[in-house]
C-alpha cells in the first residue's frame, strides 16, 4: 500500500516512465497526483475497465464497460530529463530567495514546477 508523500517528487504535466510491473518501460504523461494516497495517474497506462450498470433516473447515466486509468504508487515512476530524454532522479534546490527548484541529477537541467491548482 503506498504511503502519503509530503512533496512528490512528479507533477502534472511531468512525462515520466514505469520501471516496474506489466506496463515496465512505457512513458506517458502525469495526469493527476494523489499526495496523500502516494499515487499518480499516468494518461493512457495502467488502464482497467469498469462495469457499471444504468443508473435509474430514466437513462441519466449510461450503463456498459469503461476503460479508466488507475493510479500508480509514486516510488513507480521515475521523471524523464528533458535534455537527454533519459529517466533520472530528481533534486530539489533551494534558490536565495527561499523558493525550491526541480533540478535533473542527470543533466542539471532545472524543471518547471507547475502552479498549485485546487
Do not use: W
Not at 3 to 23: L, S
Not at 56 to 74: D, H, S, T
Not at 90 to 108: E, H, K, L, N, Y
Request: glycine share 12%; proline share 8%.
Amino acid at each position: 500500500m503506498p504511503q502519503a508523500v509530503t512533496k512528490p517528487h512528479v507533477a502534472k504535466g511531468d512525462t515520466v516512465v514505469i520501471r516496474r510491473g506489466k506496463e515496465k518501460g512505457k512513458r506517458g504523461v502525469v495526469k493527476a497526483v494523489f499526495p496523500k494516497a502516494g499515487t499518480a495517474t499516468v494518461e493512457g497506462l495502467n488502464v482497467i475497465k469498469r462495469h457499471t450498470k444504468p443508473g435509474q433516473a430514466g437513462g441519466q447515466q449510461a450503463g456498459g464497460i469503461f476503460e479508466k486509468e488507475a493510479p500508480l504508487p509514486l516510488c513507480v515512476l521515475q521523471i524523464i530529463d528533458p535534455k537527454t530524454n533519459l529517466p533520472s532522479r530528481i533534486r530539489r534546490i533551494r534558490q536565495t530567495d527561499g523558493s525550491s527548484v526541480r533540478v535533473a541529477v542527470r543533466s542539471g537541467e532545472q524543471l518547471p514546477i507547475p502552479a498549485k491548482v485546487r
